[in-house]
């Protein structure tokens, strides 16, 4: 279905698609003005026709025209949304500022629940994750000129039909890794002199090495990434050193030798599902047996703060799955869990074939995949929190994404004091991330709030010819 919105005004575009396509994920929403009025007339699948009013204060008026909207949006559907109106990816900071300013409990929790219509469970989800911020930011230097370091190692053993990060097959890249990887210490040196330049220390404050799957590269190669970060960089005083190791089929126990070398501190071993079958239709090729069999290397290699990262909503999962999931994972007992809802985004092969069944078959059921229903919702998600609970978790931060099952988020749960920092700090925007690779985002956090980012070329080919 094309679902329009007429609007008398070019205002608030952006937030009025969001809304709308938080309540029709699956549809194309098409946004017409003044200026496209014969197209409006013209438009024949569902249509809502919306009159933004004169106003004087911007905020005020977006926000009363969203809860318009949402109500209607909401009595047309018979749905309301775990997050209602708020369709951003970062809603605790709501809360994070409510608390800042010294508000209690029950008055944050009515606040998001009247105000923005959010669930009473997405609520003090969303509170107890900002509580829990706070008491792991507590400490933490967040000066305007303290900072993060990431590296992206953009390859993989092979592509998950839902990915868009940017990762390419490390079998199509492995002839090439090591001029990568010199790239990057290239790219590193070069701008540690700008950084010093403007008043910054070399020592950041986390590390975090990602992708893709940083640990697809040869051990000679991890070791020399990791010791030029080391001499480019004083660590002396980091806080925390992650590196993804999520694909288990990219461990070996010389690559954990090599991590555990250089101080690395926190890895991630991501299951996704304990399921065979899942696993072989996602692509990952790997099974559960090797999940299991590269998370006890890693304990065996010392590792004492282990990741595992979950989705929810993969094709043909139901709740038996998720349940099988979770029994293994707390028997493994890893540190922390983050638990992701399986977001369907364009550039992933998942929705390219859906499109391509859809383009094919007019009729054919948008969520299907392979004839195979994918669908998450807030009983899922708590039946994942309950488990973490049970391995002694809190949730300590959250984030949304576009086009996400059900409407939800993804939360990282952790024992007390094995949480991320440095998924705190890029979420909730505290502190600048200097980023280093391709396809790598580099973000400044100024003191007075603005926010500027600048991203390296994605295509590593591209990547690679720029830094020669
Ligand atoms: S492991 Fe992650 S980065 Fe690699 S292909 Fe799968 S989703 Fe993408």
Redesign the pocket.
């Known amino acids: 279905m094309n679902i329009g919105i007429c609007l008398n005004r070019n205002d608030f575009m952006y937030d009025i698609h969001s809304l709308v396509k938080s309540f029709f994920p699956d549809d194309e929403v098409s946004i017409y003005t003044e200026e496209d009025e014969k197209r409006c007339a013209e438009h024949r699948d569902l249509l809502f026709e919306i009159e933004i009013p004169e106003y004087t204060d911007r905020k005020t008026a977006k926000n009363s025209l969203k809860k318009e909207l949402y109500n209607l949006l909401s009595d047309y559907t018979g749905r309301k949304l775990p997050w209602g109106m708020l369709s951003g990816i970062r809603p605790v900071k709501i809360p994070m500022k409510l608390l800042g300013e010294g508000a209690g409990d029950r008055e944050i929790l009515s606040y998001l629940q009247e105000d923005y219509f959010v669930s009473p469970r997405r609520a003090e989800l969303a509170l107890q994750v900002a509580v829990n911020e706070r008491d792991v930011l507590a400490g933490v230097p967040l000066d305007e000129k303290s900072w993060s370091l990431y590296i992206h190692v953009p390859f993989?053993p092979?592509?998950?039909l839902?990915?868009t990060?940017s990762?390419s097959p490390i079998g199509v890249w492995a002839s090439r890794a090591d001029e990568y990887v010199d790239a990057v210490i290239r790219e590193m040196e070069e701008r540690k002199e700008l950084m010093l330049a403007e008043g910054r220390s070399a020592a950041p404050v986390t590390v975090y090495i990602g992708?893709?799957?940083p640990t697809t590269l040869t051990e000679d190669q991890l070791d020399r990434l990791l010791s030029a970060a080391e001499s480019i960089w004083d660590l002396s005083h980091c806080l925390e050193y992650t590196v993804e190791a999520?694909?288990p089929d990219s461990l070996s126990p010389g690559k954990l030798a090599v991590l555990k070398k250089h101080g690395v501190t926190r890895i991630s071993v991501?299951p996704q599902t304990m399921n065979d079958d899942t696993l072989a239709l996602i692509g990952?090729g790997h099974t559960a047996a090797d999940v299991s069999r590269a998370y006890a290397m890693a304990r065996e290699a010392g590792f004492d703060n282990i990741n595992m990262d979950m989705i929810l909503g993969l094709p043909g999962e139901e709740e038996s799955h998720v349940r099988n999931t979770l029994r293994i994972l707390k028997d493994m007992k890893p540190d922390s869990l983050t638990v992701h809802s399986l977001a369907v985004k364009r550039a992933s092969r998942l929705r390219r074939t859906i499109r391509e069944d859809r383009e094919a078959d007019r009729n054919a059921d948008y969520g299907n995949y392979g004839g195979l229903v994918f669908e998450n919702s807030e009983s899922l998600m708590d039946l994942a929190a309950e488990a973490a609970s049970e391995m002694q978790m809190r949730p300590y931060y959250l984030y949304r994404q576009k086009n996400m099952r059900g409407n939800l988020e993804n939360t990282g749960f952790s024992v007390k004091g094995r949480e991320c920092l440095y998924n705190i700090l890029i979420m909730e925007e505290l502190q600048s991330i200097f980023a280093f690779g391709a396809g790598a985002s580099t973000k400044y956090v100024y003191a007075d709030g603005r926010i500027e980012r600048t991203v390296s070329p994605k295509d590593v080919k591209t990547y690679l010819e720029r830094r020669k």
């Open positions: 993989c092979s592509i998950c839902y990915c990060f990762s992708g893709g799957t999520g694909r991501n990952r």
